[in-house]
């Protein structure tokens, strides 16, 4: 059975709303995580970053709308954070064999 790139970036916003840990199991093992400035490489480094950002900051993300053309799929969201006013990002998922092997993620508005 294939896994599409929406399907991918569905399962990902999924566990993300729930805080599981377990989004990383959705991730190549060269997989990389780029956005504001930083690249993160390698899936311990990705395991790292998603333990620390659920701990720390507890985001949680409301999904606008997710669209894909083959095995890159974008998705427009709201990440709730505790204590501040939701931001407005695109996330940018390249998949492949079921994984995401990027994710890219940019602010659509400046913050205030």
């Known amino acids: ?3 599409s790139a929406v399907d991918v970036a569905t399962e990902y916003f ?3 709303r729930a805080g599981d840990p377990s989004v990383v199991d959705l991730f190549s093992d060269d997989a990389e995580l780029i956005g504001l400035g930083d690249r993160v490489t390698g899936i311990a480094a990705v395991r790292e ?3 620390r950002t659920i701990r ?3 985001p949680v993300p409301e ?3 997710i669209a894909a053309e083959g095995d890159v ?3 427009e969201i709201l990440i709730a954070v505790p204590g501040i006013d939701p931001i407005h990002v695109v996330d940018r998922f390249e998949t492949r064999d079921g994984r995401i092997r990027s994710l ?3 602010l ?3 913050p205030s």
Do not use: I
Request: aromatic share 20%.
């Open 14 to 16: 999924v566990r993300m």
């Open 73 to 75: 799929a974008f998705a």
């Open 49 to 51: 970053f998603y333990e």
């Open 63 to 65: 999904v606008l709308v």
């Open 104 to 106: 890219t993620y940019f």
């Open 108 to 110: 659509a508005d400046a």
């Open 1 to 3: 059975m294939t896994v």
């Open 56 to 58: 720390d900051a507890g």
